[in-house]
């Protein structure tokens, strides 16, 4: 018989027996609860969230970075963070908004959700806010079905190296640049798809082949740019050598990145929301909207026969004309010809005439002598360098590159001087567009084609720093290209549909998009302007040295390794314990708001080069400073710097594809765009297609389609925007005021038949500029007095529209600058090359340097003939203007001038009157007076007068500058008594005479008339 258990035995037994009941009630328990959490947020969540979030909220759409599609996107939150904190509502950003407790309230643009829809998202979230994995959303099948197994992931070996050992290096050396949000040279590789999308420069990679594959070329730095990059842009750490050897063999192996089974989910949900929102995406063009006048291609209208025929010189008189005869206005009659002189010579050359000019035109008999100036001073080369400025206004030309650091660039005045080239040799105006779209793809290409390039480059860049990037900033650079493209050359707004249809012009979204597509593959580049065998032979050396500085360069990192890491783990450890812990955990395990915190810390927290030398031992530091003499040996070795130009190119024919953004936003990818212009502007209502690149191209060749369809005659506004700019700078204001926006928002043509007429005779003329100087100055119109006044036109046509008088001009602070020194006798007609740097207010360069840079300062050289230049050769820094431009509405340089404001303030006054360099060419143009006529103050007047105006003085005004003078005088011989008296060296005082002659020269430099053209 066996013995009964004892007590303690009988215990264990019960308590394991009613521990394991527990358990198993628990657990019971715990299914039922998930049971119900799963079919609350089913019935009662997800319905709100489908019906009220994701048409925003959507893997397409991605508002704000934010997803509501899946519990993954919930949990990473937008591009401010998480928006749910579990178990409490008052501080989820999702709650808050909802329930309109913190601003923007959601739905955006919409009612308030119902009191008990919010109420519902309250109690989910004090409940933890669990969002149920997928499956636990779908029936649950019988264990033993094939839908209940999960099917086992085969993947190859080469697949598995990527999975386990490639794709960690990727994630960790280069997904801080290579990710969705930054997408640094339009490169992710933070999914499959953006991977084997590659980039603006192609694929990446090419199976099988690791030299041929650009990836691994630039991690193994047999290629530049050598990657990783650092934080300031230039080369980082390179890659351990085991690193590298995976890197070779995943891409010997084929390259496989296997398909993620959620990413393809994603993806078929995208797509099906796509198709959705496609339907968005084209806007329909109505017949009547086609009809709008400048959509039309010009044709050439009659010309209008007139009453006062005998004042018709050329076309352009009867058409103005009949406007003027039509409301019964009397024209103007011609004016002087002192007047007519100075009014060509400022227009064409910006500059004053010589008093000699002036009195041989008006003794010249001849009947073409008018005729005979103008073509004197189109040959001129100072005409291109007054016509090269309007054309680089319109192009926001600036010597920098703007926002907070505004870099010079060094190349940038290249472009400036072929602007002044291309209009010098009357360059047609077809070609021109040409080559400032496309010269690297033209078949005549050549060294000003590619210069030329510059136009796509000169607008704001925020810089190649590593952090600046991402693929908004790309946007906000395409964005620049394409506006200053469209309103440049079309006269169109086509910016307002970067994030919708255009709200007044037909201009949608897709047309936006598919211009955005034409400059999408393009890349910024200093293209050599040298043989190619020069370039070669030059890139080689270079290449070579900076191979030898690498490994010195190498050399000192493993040097320096061991002490800067001791060095940056002790001031991490001085960090606050949540940032110790992003930096401690592996990189591709680190959850969101640690990547953030990482990618800051990393990029704040570093060790000086002092602290760095002061912690190396003797013999290290001695070692240090060998290798770095032998690398600033070698980088001085290089051979000097060939000339280059700064321009865009295709890296590729085969560009990765461009997408139409819903809401602009780069995390809202529609439809893939082809390129092409304005369907508005088809002739044929049908969308123009590009052809694609021929097998032997090295670009895509979108740029070369668009320029051609631009400068084609076809195509109804290139012209009419071109002559209406050249009509604007000779008088006044263009036939359509707002030159560039021939849209319905922009100003209704004042001649509407002049322009087409203007319009089609450009392109007869072979779209010659000059051809439309000449017609447009030797017309009646433009020979008329401004002075006229008649009481019967200033009630019909205040304004005078219709051009019954020549309009009266302030001219430009240039102008005024080079005006200065032509009268002074200082000008410097040096042409083309760097800018000058004229000295400028100390105070403004310490204020900008006291919230930018240090470096970025304006090398102010001392004032003499080298800086006395025209202004044109002026550096034109976009947060630094020049004195004298400064105050005199300079343009606007950050996006297209079509027109300059003309304002009235007092400081212009005072500047004129105080500045340091109007002070000095005054005293300049005292000498001049002095040295040509001596001291007879009665020439001296005349000679300045001439030299000022054109003419001689009046009668009243010769007596009223002997009076000013015996004036000034008196001042400054009792001015020199003091300065004697105080002890003064009387070789340091200037002479009373000359100081009062420099005080009437001022004068005449502060008048009206000097800045005023009739």
Known sequence: MKKSPTRPALLTVALLCSLCSRTASATAVQASEAGSEAAFFKSKILPIFTARCQSCHNHTLKLSGLSLESAAAMEQGGTHGPVIVPGNPQQSRLYRRVARMEKPFMPIDAEALPESEVTLIKTWIEQGAIWPKEGELKPKLPIGTSAGRAEPELLSANAMLFKEKVHPILASRCGNCHNDERKYSGFTMETRSGFLSGGWHGPVVVAGKPKESRLYRRVSRLEKTYMPLGISGGPGEPLPAAELALIKEWIEGGAEWPQDRQAAEAEGSRQARLKDLQKLENRPITEEERRWWSFVKPVRPPVPAVKNAARVKNPIDAFVLAALESKRLQPAPSASRRTLIRRVYFDLIGLPPRPEDVQAFERDPAPDAYEKLIHRLLDSQRYGERWARHWLDVARYADSDGYEYDRIRPNAWRYRDYVIRALNQDKPYNRFILEQVAGDELPDRNYDSLVALGFCRNGPFIGDMVLMQNEMTRQDELDDIVSTTSAAFLGITIDCARCHNHKYDPLGQKDYYRMVSVFAPSVRTEIPLAPDHLVKSYEKQVFEIDRQVDKLTQQMRLLHEPVRDRLVEAKYKELPEPLQLAIKTEPAKRTEAQKRQATQVIATVGVTEAELMAALSPENRKKTEELKQQIADLEKSKPPALPSAMAITDPTPTPANNYFLHRGSTLSKGSPMEPGPPLVLSASGREIVFPKPAPETKTTGRRLALAQWLASEENPLTARVMVNRIWQHHFGKGIVETPNDFGRMGAAPSHPQLLDWLATEFVHQ???????????????????????????????????QLLWKMPMQRVAGEIIRDSMLTVSGGLNLKSGGPGVFPEVDPGLIGLIEASTSKAQGWPASQDG??????????????????????????????SSCPKRNTTTVAP????????????????????????????????????????????????????ASQNFLKKQLAYHHGLNKKLQDQGIDPAEIPDPDKAALTDLCHSLFNSNEFVYVN
């Open 766 to 800: 072979g779209w010659s500029i000059k051809a439309m100087h000449r017609l447009m100055l030797m017309s009646s119109t433009y020979q008329q007095a401004s002075d006229f006044t008649s009481a019967v036109n200033q009630k019909k046509d205040p304004q005078n």
């Open 865 to 894: 003939p080298e800086l006395w230049r025209r202004s044109i050769y002026v550096t034109q820094k976009r947060t630094v203007t020049a004195p004298i431009m400064d105050l005199f509405d300079p343009p606007d340089l950050v």
């Open 908 to 959: 212009q006054a005072l500047q004129l009157l105080n500045n340091k360099f109007v002070i000095g060419q005054s005293t300049l143009f005292a000498d001049r007076l002095r040295n040509e006529v001596g001291k007879d103050q009665v020439e001296q007047i005349r000679r300045a007068f001439r030299l000022s105006y054109g003419r001689p003085p009046d009668a009243t005004e010769l007596e």
